[in-house]
């Protein structure tokens, strides 16, 4: 997953771990730990908070599932669903901060 966002980030966005929004009593839900390890390395035009509004979409069985395959080197075996989940971070990315 971690290279599949990368990728996807790479040529569109960028992924890793930073702040999560959400209260405290969100701590520890996996949608919350999943927008830690994608905002984790983002660079400079990726949006944190729209990363960790995406993540919140997720059930906690999809956003579990990516966090467990989250060093994947590809998609193969992911939902429809969460393929086109992971295309559709590329709105969380000003491409035009990234080229500078």
């Keep these: 997953m971690k290279k599949i966002a990368t990728v996807v980030v ?3 966005l960028a992924v890793a771990p930073l702040g999560c929004a959400g209260s405290d009593d969100d701590a520890g839900d996996p949608q919350t730990e999943l927008a830690a390890l994608l905002n984790g ?45 992971i295309a559709g971070l590329d709105e969380c990315v000003d491409l035009a901060t990234l080229e500078e």
């Design 41 to 85: 390395d983002a660079p400079v035009g990726v949006d944190s908070g729209c990363i960790s509004e995406k993540t919140a979409e997720l059930s906690d069985e999809d956003a579990q599932f990516l966090i467990d395959n989250f060093e994947a080197e590809s998609a193969d075996g992911f939902s429809a669903d969460l393929q086109t989940w």
């Design 10 to 12: 790479g040529a569109t």
